[in-house]
């Protein structure tokens, strides 16, 4: 639920910047603590492997 709060606050909407190369112009991100960090990691990772975490 962290990492889905923390992509909501951003502005403009994290979709619009995702892979750009303006994140220098995203406002309200910050770095996700190590262990939501690397929960979304596998998550994403498990997700393009065509799993459900």
């Given at each position: ?20 190369g ?16 690397e ?15």
């Amino acid at each position: 639920q962290e990492v889905v709060d923390r992509l909501n606050a951003l502005t403009p909407p994290v979709a619009v910047w995702v892979g750009g190369g303006l994140a220098h112009r995203v406002r309200g991100a910050g770095r996700l603590p190590d262990s939501v960090a690397e929960a979304a990691n596998r998550v994403a990772t498990s997700l393009r492997a065509g799993r459900a975490p």
